[in-house]
């Protein structure tokens, strides 16, 4: 099958957030929501998952799913608000697990935090399938990332998160707790290995130098061939060196510590103090 796939793109984030709808008919998943977040006042929005909100309502869509890729580092979820608003039940890959025990205790979260994946509604397995209507999608483990990183694959599209992105952007940083650039590169090759026809929708676009226009879907074929990282057969040993040095250059993304807090829970916030006032906790030299 051919899904109908619409784009959201968050400016603020480099964020792009999917609704997959099956090609003749109305049940849809959402990909990757992101919930508005300014870091200086602390203050949510909904503005964005609002956009995704009004799409669904106006095609009268069913929402099935609402999957995370991954626990993003870089953006809050809004799968919770979508939930409340659309329904659907919200996915995401069992390593998530081992996110939650990591950065349970960057965080010190204590034990009333469960690290069992029990916030999620699915933890989806390598093999795991889904349905959204009558359209299929299956589930491969592509960590490298992040422990916990997912490729979900339906119909003749396959997102990605951030795994790859453009072919003129490269790949993703392996440098947090759990990352792999070895894990990596095997995961890029199990994606690679798909029909060279899948259209691949990446999870985040930052314009690459010559480049005018952001975007985000590109082909398995064209990953091959021109991917600036992984491209033309580039060795294992080339793309970790080349990787690994990469990324002792890069800085801790600006959202990173409210994300993670937010993200492990599934997108909810952490607890409430008994004034029902919510806190983020900011770790000193633990990242």
Known sequence: MTPIVKAFFDTQTFTVSYVVQEPE???????????????????????????????????????????????????????PYLQEKLGGKIGIGENIVV???????VFNEGTEFQRDGSQFDALFTEGSSFHIGQMRGDVLHTPGHTPACMTYVIGDAAFVGDTLFMPDFGTARCDFPGGSSEDLFASIQRILSLPDETRIFVGHDYKAPGRDEYAWETTVGEQKAL????????????????????????????????SLQVNMRAGQMPPADEQGDVFMKIPVNKL
């Open 99 to 105: 996110v939650q025990d990591t950065f349970g205790k």
């Open 25 to 79: 008919g109305r049940s849809c998943a959402i990909i990757d929501s992101v919930l508005d977040f300014d870091h200086a006042s602390g203050r949510t929005d909904t503005g964005s998952a609002d956009q995704i909100v009004e799409y669904v309502t106006e095609k009268a869509l069913k929402v099935e799913w609402i999957l995370e890729s991954h626990v993003h580092a870089d953006h809050l979820s809004a799968a």
């Open 227 to 258: 991917n600036v990282h992984i491209g033309q057969g580039r060795s294992i040993e080339e793309f970790v060196e080349m990787r690994d040095a990469r990324d002792a250059t890069l800085a801790m993304p600006r959202l990173i510590l409210p």
